[in-house]
Antibody
Framework: QLQLQESGPGLVKPSETLSLTCSVS??????????WEWVRQPPGKGLEWIGS???????YYNASLRSRVTISVDTSKNQFSLRLTSVTAADTAVYYC????????????????????WGQGTLVTVSS | SSDLTQDPAVSVALGQTVRITCQGD??????AAWYQQKPGQAPVLVFF???NRPSGIPDRFSASSSGDTASLTITGAQAEDEADYYC???????????FGSGTKVTVL
């Protein structure tokens, strides 16, 4: 059973860089049918997609965060990572990693995908 | 801001049926995925695609889609179904994933 686990500092100072790692167990991060995602959730608010990475290193990011975000992958360690620079209090959130499956097409021509499974999440607080 | 619109909150009597909706133009070409999130826990996938319920999810959860609106229905709601529910979809025009704003379901 595939499991994901986030790790990293729980407290980051304003203007510094947030760095998190997601360790994948029970399966290979190099699977051709999967992408690997970062999602965050500010306290009391909804979910926000941060970005995705494929095992080859191909990435795509939320446009609102693109200038500050880097997602990387280390297939030898079965991990992928998130870096978010120049953080502010607005970046305080629970950060989740998750797997998505490549988009599938139903017989009616409509596509679908899903985030499954998710890591348990890690709270990162930005404060001096 | 979210491009998928959900009602902030709905309530349902124990054992009754509740429908949660998610509206957005992207849903005309993609099926939504639905997630249940209980306080202090990570989201859990409860339905995806046209007719896919993950293993372990009760069959009281179902979904449908029409035009720009996707719906998640809980038939015979149980106390343990009280949670926040989010829809999500891949928006190909913007090359991004989008989440709905979430619906808080209260079971009375």
């Amino acid at each position: 059973q595939l499991q994901l686990q986030e790790s990293g500092p729980g407290l980051v100072k304003p203007s510094e860089t947030l760095s998190l790692t997601c360790s994948v167990s029970g399966g290979s991060i190099s699977g051709s049918t999967n992408d690997w995602e970062w999602v965050r959730q500010p306290p009391g608010k909804g979910l926000e997609w941060i970005g995705s990475i494929y095992y080859t290193g191909s990435t795509y990011y939320n446009a609102s965060l693109r200038s500050r975000v880097t997602i990387s992958v280390d297939t030898s360690k079965n991990q992928f990572s998130l870096r978010l620079t120049s953080v502010t209090a607005a970046d305080t959130a629970v950060y989740y990693c998750a797997r998505t499956h490549k988009t599938m097409i139903e017989v009616d021509g409509k596509g679908y995908n899903r985030f499954d499974p998710w890591g348990q999440g890690t709270l990162v607080t930005v404060s001096s | 801001s979210s491009d998928l619109t959900q009602d902030p909150a709905v309530s349902v009597a124990l054992g009754q049926t509740v429908r949660i909706t998610c509206q957005g133009d992207t849903l005309r070409g993609f099926y939504a995925a639905w997630y249940q999130q209980k306080p202090g826990q990570a989201p859990v996938l409860v339905f995806f695609g046209k007719d896919n319920r993950p293993s372990g999810i009760p069959d009281r959860f179902s979904a449908s889609s029409s035009g720009d609106t996707a719906s998640l229905t809980i038939t015979g709601a149980q106390a343990e179904d009280e949670a926040d529910y989010y829809c999500s979809v891949w928006e190909s025009s913007g090359w991004r994933f989008v989440f709905g704003s979430g619906t808080k379901v209260t079971v009375l």
